[in-house]
């Protein structure tokens, strides 16, 4: 059977974001700091976040569910179902296991998958798995459907303005519109303590803000330079930004984004690759000797490569850069919030291009790797991935507060689903042994 | 090439538990609880466990060490390396990660996989992961290696003698002695608060000791349900426990494992199955026509079952509980700890055989597969997987005391590695960000 899939990826998106958010312009007045700290420093606009009456587990709820009836898929079609997420709710149940309920519903418990974590990589983990699932000889011929969910909540302080919330469902199968390039990969992975939560009863996680950028961008390098080079082996020419149409990146703030960008190209420039013309290459030549670790610390190199880059960058990145701005960093749905993105604003014109992704998880663990998308087939089309998800609408009917609880019980929410959409799952109450309690709002 | 691959399953094993352990009788006596409560009501022997300068990061880090080391392989040849565990020491940062640092040493960061998380249930996850990695085109040839690590700690009480703790490394790849059966798989998933972990400073689990009990043999019913159904479908016939040599059961502790079994004998009565000779039919009959719920709560079924199973219990299960009985339940490794106990009980006259595997996590997620095994070519044959794993030493060679801590920071072990066997890893920190800092033993 593994032999006769094909084209196996993507076939259909769901994003849900909560309907509350706070402007990143009101928080720096909040926070007392400089104006344009946020807007600017950050390159962030708007930050998402749960009510009391929502959280990880109701959001991947709602996702699931919108995914499953909006694109008219029988819950008993899923054979696998795996979630990436780092919001621990609990140390040994899987957030998986909440969400067979949809399906207990209809009578299927046969679903493989549980959750993968690793910081903001699980989700591309659960996707991985996923699809490497489909092409094995353990494929039973249903789908697969992956869930990303987090709620990113940092401590007061520099940190505070890069959370953010959000569910991705995927439903993953062969004659996908967005088909995975195998064997163009590079990951990696190594021990680093730059961003990770060892305090077990907070939800705060301890932050190295500048380790944390430079494993960030020399994983940026390391995963770049396998994927050049196992492009080089299979394909037998050199690669360049020049063979991506769009760069996706885990986007936790989007001055981290335009960053890496710039990183990318001033590796062609080095490789000498033909994404570099002539006039960049003049304005980068004075950096061509730098160590590799000079090269993290250049002010000046970092100043020059964004000036350099920032034609490529409008073209091919900021396309992918709207709901990471909008809703925050959304941890394991990052990424594929970004991707989102792109889908949203190009549709249909994005068949036939290559799509380039960038998945990083503190910690570490990173990969490299790429799509190559046609239009597909109705219901599993990218104009319908892109009319389905109506990301326009979701951003334009948000609005602003804040209550907040973790890893307490024995409480009822307020129960208050006035600002929820209909067929929105939401949070109860939490009992005295800590169960958890969902509910879907059915009407206005 | 994912349709070149063939008998892709486990090469290599190493187990390891810690030299520290107590005997079951003396925590009857302890407890001060009726003499025979663990040792017969439970079925165990003994219980090993960490103390301070062990945990289950170092753990895994002395299994994986040890295989690449015992085996000869390469640390270069991984391409994949997951890990499936319970025990949190960070919601964020994967196991996973604290293990690059043995292939960074090495220059290989191209090494793809993360943790994967449901209760018991994850090693299975991270192992069925890894197989699809080797059968998808996303393979790049390389070998995987999959750790499960935990290290299984309860609250006073009843709970209390089922703690456990170990790991086992498993080396995945092609043309291997102990080979996949992918097709005949069943798996049963669904949301339960059996067995659960939401009081995140707490490294005891939430406990319904009744309901996991029944969640348990409810999944070993379902699952053997579909495993059946499958088998029946690919190869035209009706299975029965009769078509397995051997029978492998998740063990928190082996009275469950002995009801288990009786449970497998009461469904292929009730399918009319070829195992179930007249005597059985009779001594089973006057519960042909109990309802699913009064066959889980008759007492009676469950004594007469257990009779009637107890023949093949000895000759199909009883060569699987060494080692379960002897270090108690270790979570994620329990299974396959159990599997180590088969192997080295019976060595290279498992060439040929069927054994079938019923993995359980609570929350809930269990799968019944099975392996067909062959005896394989130096260094990854039957007979050198179980000189490695050298279980009959390592029983042997334990000691017994106890202390421990858990989720803090700023201390410094005792740094006692007197008992402790050379090339074994050991806690030596905890720092006040609460960064983990491990060593090798290097000599005596």
Redesign the interface.
Known sequence: M??QVKN?GILAMEIYFPPTCVQQEALEVHDGVSKGKYTIGLGQDCMAFCTDVEDIISMSLTAVSSLLEKYNVDPKQIGR?EVGS?T???????I???L??IF?EHGN???????????C??GT?AL??C???V????WDGRYGLVICTDSAVYAEGPARPTGGAASIAMLVGPDAPIV?E??L?????????D???????SEY??VDGKLSQSCYLMSVD?CYK?YCNKYEKFEGKQFSVDDAEYIVFHSPYNKLVQKSFARLMYNDFLRNARSINEDAKEKLSPFSNLSIDESYQSRDLEKVSQQVAKPLYDKKVQPTTLIPKQIGNTYTASLYSAFASLIHNKQSELTGKRIIMFSY?????A?MFSFRLNEGQHPFSLSNIAAVMNVADKLESRHELMEHRY?A?DFVTSNDTSLLAPGTYYLTEVDS???RFYAKKTCK
């Open positions: 593994a032999s196996v179902l780092e621990v709710l609990d140390k040994s149940k899987a998986k296991t909440f067979m309920q207990e418990t046969d679903i493989e998958g549980v959750d993968s974590t690793n910081a990589y699980g983990a991985f798995n699809v490497n699932w092409e094995s000889s353990s995975f195998s064997k990969r590079g990951s990696h992975m190594a021990h680093a303590y961003f990770y939560k060892p305090n077990l009863a996680p301890v390391a396998h998880g503190s910690g570490l663990a990969t890893g019980k042994s800590y169960r």
